[in-house]
């Protein structure tokens, strides 16, 4: 997937930015912003890790703040700059969006095929499953979920990869094929046994497919 930053985690990241390269402490923001409220030291070291949540009053009062802080004017654009992806609400855009719209520029959201191509040229780029067609790998990795996830993690594979696996071995996601043999009205005992019987079959593939094989990433075809 695309990599999206939390937008509290840009905010804090870029708070700790201005901060440090101040050569300001947490305590000193933090006296900085306590006329606006409880703002104790604890509280500026959450915002910096990025737990705070981001809301129109945080932001006002933190670029306030940092601004009265650095002596300088801090916009509440310049808590939210990023290079990268950030989310709002489920729409995944580039944060460099968000800032424009803070700026005053139109809110001009990219489309979702075009945020999806992105990711998944990213993706394809390291990809070394089985050989098969680009949209093969692209249909049943979009279907993926948290599901997936965890199984890629604990197969120690990447998304991409055993989203491959899944396609060369079921035609689709490993969640899409539990829920067809187990049945929509499976307990979650039997959703188990068949989620552990599933992951057995994925593990063997992939093990007979990398043993031994040359490492070099597989050519992922675009027809």
């Not at 650095?70 to 460099?96: F, W």
Request: proline share 6%.
């Amino acid at each position: 997937m695309v990599s999206v930053t939390p937008l509290g985690q840009i905010v804090g990241d870029n708070v700790r930015q201005m901060r440090t390269d101040a050569g300001h402490t947490g305590d000193a923001l933090s006296k900085a912003l306590r006329k606006f409220g409880p703002w104790p030291t604890s509280r500026v070291s959450e915002l910096e890790l990025g737990r705070v949540s981001p809301t129109v009053a945080t932001l006002f009062t933190v670029a306030h703040g940092l601004s009265n802080l650095l002596g300088r004017t801090v916009l509440v654009a310049d808590l939210l700059r990023h290079d990268g992806y950030t989310e709002i609400g489920r729409i995944q855009l580039p944060a460099s969006a968000v800032v424009d719209a803070c700026a005053g520029k139109p809110a001009d959201l990219p489309a979702d095929d075009a945020i999806d191509a992105d990711r998944d040229r990213r993706l394809l780029a390291d990809y070394t499953g089985p050989p098969l067609p680009a949209d093969t790998i692209r249909a049943v990795l979009r279907e993926s979920g948290e599901p997936e996830s965890r199984l890629a993690r604990g197969l120690g594979v990447s998304e991409v990869d055993l989203a491959g696996y899944s396609a060369q071995l079921w035609g689709h996601t490993f969640s899409a094929q539990r829920d067809k043999l187990a049945g929509t009205d499976a307990n979650a005992q039997k959703r188990g046994q068949v989620s552990r019987k599933l992951k057995a079959e994925i593990k063997a593939e992939i093990d007979r497919a990398t043993t031994g094989a040359d490492p070099t990433p597989h050519r992922v075809s675009d027809t």
